[in-house]
């Protein structure tokens, strides 16, 4: 097929409105700009209230929007306080000391869109763009894999002809082919997590097939005005429904773990905070899953983007410390991501509120694993944290934390409903710790400096200890799987 055919075709097989139509309800989507933004005008609530509301988020149960605005409105700093302490231990009941590492993969920077705040916005002639080859795709995830040690990765699309589906299927078989010797076994990319355009159901199918982990999109803002305002009227990205209801035809595609995120600085950071937690709402009532991630990232500056420079709703660092306890507290089951946008001392702080999954020795430039490695790394002044996994794994280990490499959960079919009830029920730990242990071992093993190393015995030592004692009937096994990995076995899971 001719370039230009196929870009015609690609074009016309984008957005389908039957495929949103169906789950709008009276002609309306879920997002009621109007009545979200009546919520955010009550005044601060009783202290009884937001009691109650910490309580229904302990027993790991959502929150609804009137009680995630109220918790949006409390001033009483002893009152955030305690809503500190709660999200701390919510996280705790459901996640343990457990964090979960992936790096960004920039596939291609090529996108079709003209989102104002973007730097790879199609005018953008700044940026010199890039579509990786599958053998380009396979050199980065030699580094990745073989180098560094992940075992998980978001792979990143801009929306383009050259990067459809086809494309994308490609490049996530390229990932999963690559298989590098360590130290003593080998590296492999076990979990690919997608961030790509909304597709329509029908290449979600595909998308599926081809074994990918979580699907993530963000709405980017939910405030339909400024959504219209920042994403022109005409381009792919400007039909604000499709969009919206990407997750929907996703769950509905047999994709059971989705990622839903808001951008924040494009508005009033309350409302995103609800407009996410309606989200939320909205998949358990029409599919019955929640989201397994929500994403919070914060606009920053880009190349030749002056929208960005003079932001009327920069988020500051203590309410963004409010999104991530009050996002923990009304959807207490999801993961929660927070990336190398934000500085080591940020993400130090935001952690233990909430946070399950960040990401390490992170390169956002098309081809930029290999190009750091040749020529120095030139995203340094891009990304706010630019320390390596090993340096990550080791301030995580001071933290208390055990970094998890576990990605049994999608390969045992632990997804989706089934997930949220072994996350809700505090079950799907049991499995998460022994997989964080066998896992964590294996790294060490495999990739951790003397010094990383050092610092990560002690907290396996200890999460050991804790599986003895809190899980005797099951430690003998485990055991004998941890063994197995100490004499250089590798993958093994619960
Ligand atoms: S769709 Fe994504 S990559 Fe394209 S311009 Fe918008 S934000 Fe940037």
Redesign the pocket.
Known sequence: MMVEEKKQTWRESRIKPEQMAKYLQDGRDFIDDDALEARLRQGEPEATRVRASIAKARAIQSLDLDEAAALLAVQDPELWAEMRAAAAEIKHKVYDNRIVTFAPLYMS?V?????V??????ENDAVARRTLTADEVRAEVEILAGKIGHKRLIVVY???PRSDLDYMLETIRAVYDVKVPARRGYGQIRRVNVNA?PLPTEELRELQAVGVGTYQVFQ?TYHKATYRAV?PAG???GDYDWRLYTMHRALEAGIDDVGIGALFGLYDWRFEVLGLVAHALELERALGIGPHTVSFPRLEPAENTPFNESLRWRVSNDDFEKVVVVLRLAIPYAGMIVTCRENPGMRRRLLPLGCTQTDASSNIGVGGYQDAEQHGDRQQFLLADTRTLDEVVRDLAAMGCITSFCTAGYRCGRTGQCIMDLLRSGAEGKFCKLNAILTFREWLDDFASAETRAAGEPVLQKEIEEVRQKMPKAFPEFMQSYERICAGERDLYF
Do not use: I, M
């Open positions: 920077n996108c079709v869109n003209s989102c705040y973007c730097g790879l916005r199609q801009g929306e383009h355009a980017e994403h381009t792919f990205k």
